[in-house]
């Protein structure tokens, strides 16, 4: 998918990621247009958090290309790093300082200046107005990865970068998270998310990506998948009743567990 100027927001393009004589990614390629909700899916060591360094700058390729609104990666890596922003699967902010004051601390790093009305602002629509004085290790961890998601859009980037952003949380705090994606979304950004939650790349996916091996093995919106694949050997034996996007998923990549 493309954006209104027929550049995708990302391009990866034969990616390569090795370690010592591991290869993490074998030639990789997808790409991810503006406004597009993508998801990586992929079982443990499949290749996501490689690919996820790739992009992010944290590594160099041994192959390929990562493009981010056309700017490569690998020699322009500061031009890449302020379009991005970045939430992990566990982020880590100043224990003793509350929101307000991380988010002014934050919004320094970024460059911007940002009165106390507008930072105000932004925590009321993170759902997290009541909480502006609290001090982080207050906050629940439902609130953590609300106010990480914040900080990681503070900067407004043209691609969020969010791995695994509602793993451990309960169903109600997940549900809040999705909204900010999707209000991410709605202002005109571009987000690619791993999960392991089927359900959650159903229900926040414009497309997906299923990764093994560091090699793409499918790719198109969750009902192409399910459609594509619903006659798939594989996949009815993991199948209990109508096929779903896991069913999909245990049938390409394997019912065995990963470390």
């Known amino acids: 998918m493309a954006d209104a100027a027929g550049a995708p927001i990302l391009e990866v393009d034969g990616l390569v990621v090795r370690y010592g004589s591991y290869t993490a990614v074998d030639g990789l390629s997808l790409s991810v247009g503006r406004g597009e909700i993508f998801g990586l899916l992929g079982p443990n060591g499949a290749g996501k958090t490689s690919t996820l360094s790739a992009i992010e700058g944290l590594l160099n390729p041994a192959a390929g290309a990562v493009k981010v609104v056309g700017h490569v990666a690998t020699s322009e890596p500061l031009a890449v790093r302020a379009l991005i922003g970045v939430q992990l699967q566990a982020s880590s902010f100043q224990a003793e300082l509350t929101l307000t004051e991380i988010l002014r601390l934050y919004s320094g790093l970024y460059g911007l200046t940002l009165s106390t009305n507008e930072l105000s602002q932004r925590l009321r629509r993170a759902g997290l107005a009541d909480e502006a004085g609290k001090r982080y290790k207050q906050t629940s961890g439902g609130q953590q990865q609300r106010f990480s998601l914040l900080v990681a859009m503070l900067h407004d980037p043209p691609l969020l970068l969010l791995d ?65 694949h619903r006659t798939d050997p594989r996949v009815l034996r993991a199948a209990h009743g109508e096929v779903t996007l896991e069913d999909v998923f245990i049938g390409l990549t394997g019912d065995e567990i990963r470390d």
């Open 164 to 228: 695994e952003p509602t793993s451990g949380l309960d169903p109600q705090a997940r549900r809040q998270l999705w909204s900010q994606i999707e209000r991410a979304r709605g202002e005109g950004g571009s987000i690619l998310l791993t999960t392991h939650s089927m359900e959650e790349a159903s229900a926040v996916c414009d497309r997906v990506a299923i990764i093994d091996h560091g090699t793409l093995v499918a790719l198109g919106t969750p009902a192409e998948l399910v459609d594509q």
